[in-house]
Every structure is written in structure tokens, then in C-alpha cells.
């Protein structure tokens, strides 16, 4: 079965280090989401792509969170400086989706980030 | 914020026996999807029903949607202990393509 590759599964740093996390979306897929998912906020939606374009990254600190789709096998989250309220899991989800479309999002695994 | 509202938040039973997990929404919406989520791994889907649907069935998997009360219902029957997960109910609004997830209910399945 295809699946949502994301690296690393795990990442603990310090608080003010780059961290960047990777996504490889099943191939075929047109859409990339990037989500957080804590405890108290439950899941957010960050950013996605269609077709490599961002579509809407509303959910992202500006500051210090980017997200870019350098090639149709690769997209990737980057925080720069990190700060301990970062700490979750941050989970790639890809899909062949449209407007109003009615198809499933493919979850990876996540990874799960600590910052100290 | 949260588009879904998920009730109960957990859920304790017995395997054999079924589990009822409902879901309540505020917008307009294009389907509604209900997801999995083991503990430690990603979201895995399990069903979708379109706004013009009532009633859908997968194997032990009932969903039903009532677009008038904006809510719907999942229902697991003959539950076993492998279901114990969560499951959170997700969107799709008339007017986009993103998912907006409920909080989420814990089930357990106790042996």
C-alpha cells in the first residue's frame, strides 16, 4: 500500500534551533496538508499545498514557521528559532482533492517534536 | 477552532458490544468524514458521506447524518478490542477542500 512517508518520527532540541521536518506525500496526490495536533488544541491545520502552489497557510506563525514543496516527492516544515509551545506532533497528509471534493486525506505517522 | 463537536469524549465498553460516537457541526458542509487514530500513529479514514447522504455502511461501520440538526452519528457494532482508538469526525465546507477536525472521542474496548 502507498502511504505518507514523514521524517524524523521523533525530534527533541533546544529551544532557538532550526528544526525541519520532512514529508514525502503518495505519489499521484495533487494536495499536501501539514497539521499539529496537542492536547489542548486538538488537530490544526497549518498549511497546504495544491499542485506544489501554498494554498493557504493561515494556520502558521509567519514568524517562525515555513512550509515549501521544493518538488512533487518532498515538502517540508521548517521552524526557525523553535520555542518550547512548538512541543506536539506534527503530522503530513496527502490527498487528490478539488474544491468541495470527496476524497480521503492520507495521514504519515507524524513526527513528534520537544523542544526543551 | 474546532469545526466538530465530538460526544463523548470517551468511551469505556465491553468487547461484542457496540459503540455509538456522535458528532455535531456549525457550517454548511460539501461531506463528512470520520477517522482513526491508534495511539502513537497517524489518522487513518474510515468513512465519508456526502451532504445528500443519510446513511452509509462499511463492514462493521454505520454512519448516519442529518444535515437539518448539522450532527452526525458513527456506529461501531460487535466491537472488539482492536478498535480501541480514537476517532474524530472531519469536514468539508461547501465552499473549500480542507478538513476541519473535531475534538475527538477515546474509545475503549475492554477484552
Known amino acids: 500500500d502507498a502511504r505518507v512517508t514523514q521524517t524524523p518520527r521523533h525530534k527533541v532540541t533546544e529551544m532557538g534551533q532550526e528544526v525541519t521536518m520532512r514529508c514525502q506525500p503518495i505519489?499521484?496526490?495533487?494536495?499536501v496538508f501539514w497539521y499539529r495536533q496537542t492536547m489542548m488544541q486538538g488537530l490544526e491545520l497549518l498549511a497546504y499545498f495544491r499542485n506544489r502552489a501554498p494554498l493557504d497557510d493561515s494556520g502558521m506563525p509567519k514568524d517562525r514557521f515555513s512550509a515549501e514543496m521544493p518538488d512533487a516527492t518532498l515538502a517540508t516544515l521548517k521552524i526557525q528559532p523553535s520555542e518550547p509551545r512548538d512541543s506536539a506532533v506534527y503530522f503530513c497528509?496527502?490527498?487528490?482533492?478539488?474544491?468541495?471534493?470527496?476524497?480521503?486525506?492520507?495521514f504519515g505517522d507524524g513526527t513528534r517534536l520537544s523542544i526543551l | 477552532s474546532q469545526q466538530g463537536e465530538e460526544d463523548p469524549q470517551a468511551l469505556s465498553i465491553q468487547e461484542g458490544e457496540n459503540a455509538t460516537m456522535n458528532c455535531s457541526y456549525k457550517?454548511?458542509?460539501?461531506?463528512l468524514q470520520w477517522y482513526r487514530q491508534n495511539s502513537g500513529r497517524g489518522l487513518v479514514h474510515l468513512i465519508l458521506?456526502?451532504?445528500?447522504?443519510r446513511e452509509k455502511h462499511s463492514g462493521r461501520l454505520r454512519v448516519t447524518l442529518d444535515t437539518s440538526k448539522k450532527s452526525s452519528s458513527l456506529l461501531i457494532t460487535a466491537s472488539r478490542a482492536a478498535d480501541t482508538a480514537s476517532y474524530f469526525c472531519a469536514t468539508v465546507a461547501t465552499s473549500g477542500s480542507r478538513l476541519t477536525f473535531g475534538e475527538g472521542t477515546q474509545l475503549t474496548v475492554n477484552p
Open positions: 457550517t454548511s458542509i460539501n461531506n
Open positions: 497528509a496527502s490527498g487528490l482533492l478539488w474544491t468541495g471534493g470527496s476524497q480521503p486525506q492520507h
Open positions: 458521506i456526502r451532504s445528500n447522504e
Open positions: 505519489l499521484g496526490h495533487n494536495t
